[in-house]
């Protein structure tokens, strides 16, 4: 492989394989790629642990962490001295200050060679890391797992039209869908996680700098291209909609530094009862072989007023208390909630019905592939999956001055109490 990809540009470090130990073979290996390669680093994960160095910790001794536990795998004192970034895997929020700040004298970058899993619906917590991360000195990154789907194409036998297959298409005994954990699906479209990398990841970062004053700061976190490289446009939008769009000119902000501007010149007369925002957006100014010219790089959306809460003291409508149930009744809407269970059973609009069932407090949700396979939800909160809310008391009530219906239930055998007011005012619950 080395040798097959030592002029691609996109390889910017060289690994030692995948989970497959530490030994002399890997020092001989690392030993080669360096006399081979010395323009690129050098990282591989499993090369934790000198067992030359002082207050090494064998894997048979019992103080040595269970193998799966990869968040707090610290220096066991130091990483193997052939690899030149120390690498570790599924780090959790307090990994990587326990990396930063280990004394042991090391000062190696840290690099998370799997931080994220993009099996389902996931993802969705990189920008903690990220957060993080660009705070800590020495951690330079990571790499989620993974890029693209495996789903290869297979032709529906009764339509003939292609599809993606995987997980048993083929006719396997055993499968499951681990192929399927791309950001990207298998023909490249890009899937909700890419979305989400955009945003996190994006060169440019627009953020408050004294909202008070209506100034901003732009941070360009590239660390090559200076920020002139995009046009940047200010949109401003009233209730959602978009009021304005005007050019706005940042100039040469060079790379890892940032500049603050005013928005005043961009602002309109703002409307008592409306809401406002900004968006900030930076796009390429010619066309590139991999995205159109005035395709959006970055951008960030900031409030311009604060949000809108209306007075709703004095505008609820009382419930009536009947045999079975309370109900209220209001502009063409009835409600109705349940003496038996305290919960929310009828909400219609004229006479159509828009609730299917009785609403009833549900603190779980639908498992993700990652909750099944990684952290297993039906297992740690077992409690909470298992567990239905018990009625205690339901009555009107008046909470805040305004009228309405307070349930409280208990859950988890007594151990957590839950408290619902409904209230419905004049333009709907």
């Known amino acids: 492989m080395a040798l097959r990809d030592k002029n691609h540009p996109s390889i910017i470090m060289w690994s030692l394989g995948n989970e497959a130990g530490s030994g ?132 529906d036998s009764a339509t003939g039209k292609p599809y993606y297959a995987y997980g048993g298409d083929f006719g396997e005994r055993y499968y499951d869908n681990f192929t399927i954990k791309g950001v990207v699906a298998a023909d490249g479209r890009p899937k909700a996680a890419m979305y989400e990398c955009k945003r996190v990841f994006q060169p440019i970062q627009s953020e408050w700098a004294d909202s008070s004053k209506g100034l901003i700061k732009v941070i360009n976190r590239s660390p090559v291209l200076s920020a002139a490289h995009y046009d940047g446009w200010i949109s401003i939008r009233e209730n959602g909609k978009l009021i304005s769009r005007k050019s706005f000119e940042i100039g040469d902000i060079k790379p890892g530094s940032s500049a603050e501007f005013s928005l005043g010149k961009y602002l309109p007369k703002f409307k008592s009862a409306a809401e406002y925002h900004a968006d900030i957006e930076f796009t390429t100014k010619e066309n590139k072989p991999w995205a159109d010219k005035g395709f959006v790089i970055a951008g ?8 809108l809460k209306p007075n709703l003291l004095n505008s609820s409508v009382p419930f009536v208390e009947q045999q079975q149930q309370f109900t209220v009744q209001t502009g063409g809407i009835t409600v109705s909630i349940d003496k038996s269970n305290g919960a929310l059973i009828s909400y219609k609009k004229g006479n159509t019905e828009l609730i299917g069932q009785a609403l009833l407090p549900h603190f779980t949700r639908p498992q993700t592939d990652n909750d099944r396979k990684g952290w297993k939800t039906h297992r740690v909160l077992k409690q909470w999956y298992d567990n239905q809310p018990q009625l205690k008391s339901v009555r009107v009530a008046e909470v805040g001055g305004l009228k309405g219906v307070q349930t409280i239930y208990t859950m988890v055998n007594d151990s957590v109490e839950v408290k619902v007011f409904t209230r419905l005012i004049k333009k709907g619950l």
């Not at 910790?57 to 610290?74: E, G, Q, V």
């Not at 960030?300 to 949000?307: A, G, K, M």
Request: net charge neutral; aromatic share 14%; hydrophobic share 35%.
């Open 24 to 155: 002399p073979n890997h020092a001989a290996m690392a030993g080669w790629i360096k006399d081979f390669d010395m323009t690129r680093p050098l990282h591989y994960e499993p090369a934790m642990g000198s067992p030359k160095e002082e207050g090494y910790i064998n894997p048979s001794d019992p103080r040595y962490l269970k193998s799966n536990d990869h968040a707090h795998r610290t220096q066991n004192p130091k990483d193997q001295y052939y690899i030149d970034v120390i690498s570790r895997m599924y780090p959790a929020l307090y990994t990587a200050p326990l990396l930063v700040h280990q004394k042991n004298g090391d000062y190696r970058p840290i690099f998370f060679c799997e931080y994220a899993h993009a099996m389902g619906n996931s993802a969705g917590n990189i920008k903690d890391f990220w957060d993080q991360w660009r705070s800590l000195p020495r951690v330079i990154g990571g790499a989620i797992w993974e890029f693209k789907d495996q789903g290869l194409v297979k032709y």
């Open 300 to 307: 960030n959306q900031l409030s311009l007023t604060p949000l």
